[in-house]
């Protein structure tokens, strides 16, 4: 759905869906192989996953699947993966229920908050501004990051949302902004610590970043 959505609003622009695809795989990739090298995920983790995890050195076996409420206070399995796994059908759609709603109340606040963020720079920012900084091949890949950070619009709508910057800001930039914004946004750092300690979503934020600033400064310098 990314892949078609991207293409629809990149239809004249097609390097920009292939780097899309590429840097984004080239990217998560390498973030997950450095990661590879900590054998033990226990520093990196929270305490509650901590205690609902098997940490051995080459194998991490989950049985309980945590519930994405970190900003809610709350921590629940959603459903057990060995012998003990629910049966009640009535229970697994209310559980289902529950958790759906969770979700909704904590990424639905921070969506709205990024919706009126992105209105606030439309209205209030001066397009000389925006167009200063959209022409810069460095300032406008640092905007677009910060803007994709900020925003935290689903992957699959995106790109027509950088569309609209198309004939402001650099190639590169709109690269930083598609690839950028769905590894690190509000909504995933609240999700990210579900899961992982502090120290973790640093390190995960910095590789991200740098690997995409630097990939989308090599575009704007090709290009230009």
């Known amino acids: 759905m990314v ?3 991207t293409w629809t609003a990149f239809r004249d622009q097609p390097e920009v869906v292939l780097w899309r695809i590429g840097l984004s795989f080239v990217i998560a990739t390498t973030i997950a ?24 050195k080459n194998l991490v076996d989950s049985t309980d699947t945590i519930a994405g409420t970190y900003f809610l206070g709350e921590s629940q399995p959603l459903l057990r993966n060995n012998n003990t796994m629910i049966r009640n059908q009535a229970k697994k759609w209310s559980l289902f229920l529950d958790n759906t709603l969770g979700e909704l ?17 439309q209205v209030i920012v001066p397009r000389e501004v925006i167009l200063d900084l959209g022409q810069g091949p460095v300032t406008s890949i640092i905007a677009m990051m910060a803007l994709a950070g900020l925003v935290s619009i689903c992957s699959t709508v995106d790109a027509f949302f950088a569309l609209s910057f198309a004939s402001t800001f650099t190639t590169g930039s709109l690269l930083a902004f598609l690839v950028f914004g769905p590894m690190i946004d509000l909504k995933a750092i609240g999700l990210l610590f579900t899961l992982f300690q502090r120290r973790a979503i640093i390190y995960l934020f910095l590789l991200a970043g740098q690997m995409t600033f630097l990939a989308a400064l090599f575009i704007n310098l090709r290009i230009s």
């Open 3 to 5: 892949i078609w959505a």
């Open 33 to 56: 192989w450095i990661f590879s090298f900590q054998t033990d995920l226990r520093p990196l983790l929270q305490t509650s996953v901590t205690r609902s995890l098997l940490v051995n």
């Open 105 to 121: 109340r904590e990424l639905g606040g921070i969506l709205v908050i990024g919706s009126a963020i992105a209105a606030v720079i």
